[in-house]
């Protein structure tokens, strides 16, 4: 059974960094696309991130290009967020996404086969 957990969300002023984790379990991990999205109050679940299996290719939502850094280190079944300059904006609950599929970095949330329970990340500002 494919398990991801989110955890390093916290409050944090605007204008400070965060970085995220994603950790998996499965022996499959290096070959799933992957990929964050937030969800804040009242608001639609959206697209932050993706990446590749192998890291090669990565997109980002028009809102964080610049700000935020996806990466992933496949021997540690492991995908990271790194936040810079976070605005109160950025305030929602992250989740992690995994595709079995080869959707390559697809903000398409029906995609993605798999998600993490989410972690709270709350700018002020």
């Keep these: 059974q494919v398990q991801l957990v989110e955890s390093g969300g ?8 965060l970085r995220l984790s994603c950790t998996a379990s499965g022996r499959t991990f290096s070959t799933w696309s992957m990929g964050w999205f937030r969800q804040a109050p009242g608001k639609e679940r959206e697209f932050v991130a993706a990446i590749t299996w192998s890291g090669g290719t990565t997109g980002y939502a028009d809102s964080v290009k610049g700000r935020f850094t996806i990466a992933r280190d496949n021997a540690k ?3 990271y967020l790194q936040m810079n300059s976070l605005e109160a904006e950025d305030t929602a609950v992250y989740y992690c996404a995994a595709s079995r599929r080869p959707v390559g970095v697809t903000p398409t949330a029906r995609s993605y086969d798999y998600w993490g329970q989410g972690t709270q990340v709350t700018v002020s500002s």
């Design 77 to 79: 079944n492991t995908m």
């Design 10 to 17: 916290r409050a944090v002023q605007a204008g400070g960094s």
